[in-house]
């Protein structure tokens, strides 16, 4: 046990203790919800640095973890070989060095491996919407007013500002159909500049389904064959 506290208070492993401390500390605030664990991700161009699809603070712990188990293993050794002297501190560094090249190479490895485990996916985009059957959540819908609820792919929800073509007096459409809360309604475009989608009036007892596959001809029998009648007698 000594020996164990004399090489964590010595250098190097004393620089990486010091860093592995910051690091437990902030992760007892994301446990307490008090810290993001995304929290410096935007202050990190993570692909410059080789980390792109991982957060920083996950590769940052990976690093100082890894850098911390090889300086304590270093510093050890180096205290067993009774090297004293100008000699010990170049070894010193060297372990520092090391400690430091090692951590690093195994965040790579692991970042690599998280890369092919979990493949980047595009981030979602209100394009996804398109197409998509919507709720109506306000009394009506107008030309200037709206908010529909509409389910993603992944099954999440989310209200969206809708708004409908045709007379705003009272809310109908260009074919007098009603959009009131509750109601079904189409996404079938998206303003940009308004940051709003445009429904029109959906009737699921009009919607045709999923073409039906095509059946093939049957066997024995050649397409295009003309059947020629018997002739009786």
Do not use: N
Not at 44 to 57: E, H, K, N, Q, R
Not at 107 to 120: A, I
Not at 192 to 221: C, I, N, Q
Request: charged fraction near 20%.
């Amino acid at each position: 046990m000594q020996e164990f506290l004399s090489a964590a208070t010595a250098f190097p492993a004393v620089l990486f203790g010091a860093a592995l401390a910051v690091v437990v500390f902030f992760w007892l605030l994301v446990l307490a919800g008090a810290a993001d664990h995304h929290s410096f991700d935007g202050d990190l161009d993570t692909g410059m640095a080789g980390i792109g699809g991982v957060p920083v603070t996950v590769s940052v712990s990976v690093t100082v973890v890894v850098g911390w188990f090889t300086s304590l293993a270093g510093t050890v050794l180096l205290r067993r070989s009774g090297v004293t002297g100008l000699t010990r501190a170049a070894l010193a560094c060297a372990v520092f060095a090391g400690a430091l090249l090692i951590a690093r190479a195994v965040m790579r490895v692991l970042v690599r491996l998280v890369r092919r485990r979990f493949p980047d996916e595009p981030p979602p985009s209100r394009q996804d919407f398109l197409g998509r059957v919507c709720t109506i959540r306000t009394g009506s819908v107008s030309s200037d007013f709206g908010q529909a609820e509409v389910a993603a792919a992944d099954g999440s929800t989310a209200i969206v500002q809708v708004r409908l073509l045709g007379p705003t007096d009272d809310a109908h459409g260009t074919d007098g159909t009603v959009l009131t809360s509750g109601s079904a309604g189409l996404l079938y475009a998206y303003d940009d500049e308004g940051e709003f989608f445009w429904v029109s009036p959906y009737d699921k007892a009009l919607d045709p389904g999923p073409p039906k596959p095509r059946m093939g001809p049957r066997p024995g029998t050649r397409s295009g064959a003309r059947r020629t009648p018997r002739r009786s007698g």
